[in-house]
């Protein structure tokens, strides 16, 4: 399963990095993602790295935004700078092979003044 934590409220500008943390497997050839969901609309793609290591992201966080692994921690990470309210809403982190399919709990992130 995957756990994620690190949301919380941030005021607009500020930073936060989120963690997702692997257990009962490991990260090793698996792609590897976030999302996030705000109130009243569909989950969606932030950020995604496959088994290649190569990230893409969404046109609305690119710059900003930043995913990473450490395979050895077996957790994966989202370090969001210059936060926007438009930001806010539940983070989930993902990962998946050609076998299994993983999705965290989601953790909340809240961007206001």
């Not at 692994?69 to 989202?78: E, I, V």
């Not at 309210?85 to 299994?100: F, K, L, M, Q, T």
């Amino acid at each position: 399963q995957l756990q994620a934590y690190g949301g919380g409220l941030v005021q607009p500008g500020g930073s936060l990095r989120l963690s997702c943390a692997a257990s009962g497997f490991t990260l090793d050839y698996y792609a590897i993602a976030w999302f996030r969901q705000a109130p009243g609309k569909e989950r969606e793609l932030v950020a995604s790295i496959d088994h290649l290591d190569i990230a893409i992201y969404a046109d609305s966080v690119r710059g900003r935004f930043t995913i990473s692994r450490d395979n050895t921690k077996k957790s994966m990470y989202l370090q969001m700078n210059m936060l926007k309210p438009e930001d806010a809403g539940v983070y989930y982190c993902y990962a998946r092979n050609s076998i299994d399919t993983y999705w965290g709990q989601g953790t909340q992130v809240t961007v206001s003044s």
